[in-house]
């Protein structure tokens, strides 16, 4: 397969030694003008006549949906690492959910990480930060590196999912669309029906619509993105460590508390299957806690449990060296 003609974006990198010229890998033009434009659409938010309260709960409720319950109980816990079992209509229901966060389809974001895992700050890690930290905060995901993204890695680290036909289904370019379209639409005709109801006015209905959509899609989303891309980024350059595994991971508590629980990113890599992500007492984990909740109403059953225990201020000895590998099993 043929590598695509070099832009000026390729050139620059080329020059920064960031990409390589002889690489096959070039910078997804198509992917990084449509994050600029959602960023922009974000920004809408500073517009004073674009923020209402309504808005903000929006934003704040959509997030724990989509963010939470989607990405990091969906797309995380369950289909990459199996750290616990739900019906076969929940798990779809929380690919659905996370599909909605604009990080890719569930067989691309469980295949990555879990290659992230078995290669870990190593050559062969798809956003190592060890390079720099833009890359591995987001520029990884800006270029379309054929050795990431093929089907080759779909199969060899995701062929539980490859084997499903819904995953499969989800892979498919106008399936996304049909689901981002419906939930921009969504936010917006329910937003123009709650104005609508709460001033009796047509213009006060459009700004509600309007405040909803960019706050409950735009802002959410992105706020959502870069907590995550931060797991990737700041968790592997600065914190403390819990374990003593055999990469860079860090429990860092800012990205632990904007992720709900991802960010005590050393604890997870000690047990990549482990559900729970927090180990102290402090280390708040809410997407652990929404998971022992789905447990107790019967959703949710054969969650995994830590299995190793760390003295108070005593690090422990190396994890096993194929935890990772089994995960990616």
């Known amino acids: 397969m043929l590598a695509s003609p070099p832009c000026f974006l390729d050139r620059w990198l080329w020059r920064r030694g960031i990409l390589d010229p002889a690489s096959p890998a070039r910078v997804n033009r198509r992917l990084l003008w449509g994050m600029a434009v959602f960023h922009l659409l974000a920004a809408l938010a500073c517009i004073p006549w674009l923020f209402t309260w309504s808005g903000l709960v929006c934003a704040v409720v959509a997030y724990y949906l989509f963010g939470v319950l989607g990405i990091n109980v969906g797309y995380h816990r369950l289909l990459t690492h199996r750290g616990f079992s739900c019906p076969r209509w929940l ?47 987001m520029g990884w995901f800006l270029i379309n590196d054929p050795a990431v993204f093929n089907i080759g890695l779909y199969d060899r680290y995701a062929r539980d999912l490859f084997q499903d036909r819904f995953y499969k289904w989800m892979e498919r370019p106008h399936v996304g669309r049909n689901i981002e379209w419906t939930v921009w639409t969504a936010f917006l005709v329910l937003g123009t ?6 001033t009796w006015s047509a213009i006060g209905a459009v700004q509600v619509g309007l405040s909803w959509l960019v706050w409950g899609v735009f802002v959410r989303t992105v706020v959502h993105l870069h907590a995550t891309w931060a797991v990737n980024s700041i968790t592997h350059r600065w ?27 050393n604890n997870h890599h000690a ?13 708040l984990d809410v997407s652990y806690l929404i998971i022992r909740g789905l447990e107790c109403i019967g959703l949710v059953w054969d969650v995994v449990k830590p299995r190793r225990r760390q003295p108070a201020g005593q ?12 995960a990616a099993a």
């Open 91 to 137: 798990e779809h229901t929380l690919a659905v959910l996370g599909f909605c966060c604009r990080q890719g389809t569930p067989m691309s974001w469980v295949a990555i990480h879990r290659q992230h895992h078995q290669h870990s700050d190593e050559p062969n890690d798809p956003h190592s930060p060890r390079h720099n930290l833009f890359w591995g905060h």
């Open 193 to 198: 029906l709650f104005g609508w109801l709460i």
């Open 239 to 265: 914190g403390y460590r819990n374990f003593d595994t055999q990469d860079d991971s860090r429990n860092h508590w800012f990205v632990a508390l904007v992720s709900n629980g991802e960010g005590w990113h």
């Open 271 to 283: 047990e990549p299957r482990c559900a729970a992500h927090g180990r102290r007492w402090w280390e």
């Open 315 to 326: 690090p422990e000895g190396p994890p096993d060296s194929q935890a990772g590998e089994r």
